[in-house]
Nanobody, 124 residues
Framework: QVQLVESGGGLVQAGGSLRLSCAASGRTFSSYVVGWFRQAPGKEREFVGVMKWSASSYADSVKGRFTISRDNAKNTVYLQMNSLKPEDTALYYC???????????????????WGQGTQVTVSS
């Protein structure tokens, strides 16, 4: 079992930055794929980005603005969000799964473990 806890959300003005953290406990985290998703009110949960082994990929809407990194010594994955826009406002979740080379991890159904979410609000 893997337990995930997100933190770092908050209220920020458009153009600002936030760094979200996803801390894992329960098992060795370093080999797991970690993804970030978000869900705005009235909308479906959407893919933000994923780190699979040492490679990361992102949704077009955040590419060039968001960056995923991980610190295996701390069992933590980060989502650095720069140049935030009001449309980035959402509840942000991290998720984890064992890594399989054939899986892209762009879908929420690819993941086995989820955090509780952290709210990000970007004001205009």
């Amino acid at each position: 079992q893997v337990q995930l806890v997100e933190s770092g959300g908050g209220l920020v003005q458009a153009g600002g930055s936030l760094r979200l953290s996803c801390a894992a406990s329960g098992r060795t985290f370093s080999s797991y794929v970690v993804g970030w998703f978000r869900q705005a009110p009235g909308k479906e949960r959407e893919f933000v980005g994923v780190m699979k082994w040492s490679a990361s990929s992102y949704a077009d809407s955040v590419k060039g603005r968001f960056t995923i990194s991980r610190d295996n010594a701390k069992n933590t994955v980060y989502l650095q969000m720069n140049s935030l826009k009001p449309e980035d406002t959402a509840l942000y979740y991290c998720a984890a799964a064992e890594a399989y080379y054939w899986r892209t991890y762009y879908q929420s159904t690819d993941y086995d473990y989820w955090g509780q979410g952290t709210q990000v609000t970007v004001s205009s």
